[in-house]
């Protein structure tokens, strides 16, 4: 949908969307810093925003293998010259076993998912957060919630 529909059509009044806007392209410059910072390249990305309370939110995780795409910036040049798709950062093994190893598309009940494809899946989680924090995973224990808004808070959010 183009930019000018979003608010011709009434979806949200201009000077929110002039602020999701703003902020959007702000996370995303950021973004590209952090990325290239790991020999990555922020590809592209969305952000999820909210009102609450008149109040302008983002509300759904940001630069995560779940919500961007992430390609190697080592290999860019050759994998393009080449004619190649990039290597990624993802968490497709899932989606590939479902589609290719079961023939799910989405219709109808979702098959059992084994437990090493599900292992699989959270090692690369573990190696992607690693990968774009440059820090050791530390699983924490605890209220999800608290520490969310404990983050929030550090980050000058709340």
């Known amino acids: ?6 608010v011709g059509r009434g979806l949200v009044e201009p000077d929110v969307w002039e602020a999701c806007q703003r902020i959007a392209l702000a996370l995303f410059e950021h973004g590209q810093k952090l990325a290239r910072e790991r020999g990555l390249i922020l590809v592209d990305t969305k952000y999820e925003f909210g009102l609450a309370d008149g109040e302008l939110y983002v509300i759904d995780e940001i630069h995560t293998p779940d919500s961007s795409r992430f390609w190697e910036a080592a290999e860019y040049e050759e994998r ?3 004619g190649e798709d990039q290597r990624m950062l993802d968490k497709e ?21 084994p437990t090493e494809v599900r292992v699989d899946l959270a090692k690369k989680y573990v190696a992607n957060y690693e990968r774009l924090t440059g820090k050791p995973f530390e699983p924490a224990v605890g209220d999800p919630n608290a520490r969310l808004v404990d983050n929030l808070r550090k980050a000058g959010i709340l």
Request: no cysteine; proline share 7%; net charge negative.
């Open 80 to 82: 393009f010259a080449r």
């Open 93 to 113: 093994n899932i989606r590939k076993w479902l589609i290719e190893e079961r023939g799910y598309m989405g219709e109808g009940p979702a098959p059992e998912i």
């Open 1 to 6: 949908m183009a930019a000018e529909d979003v």
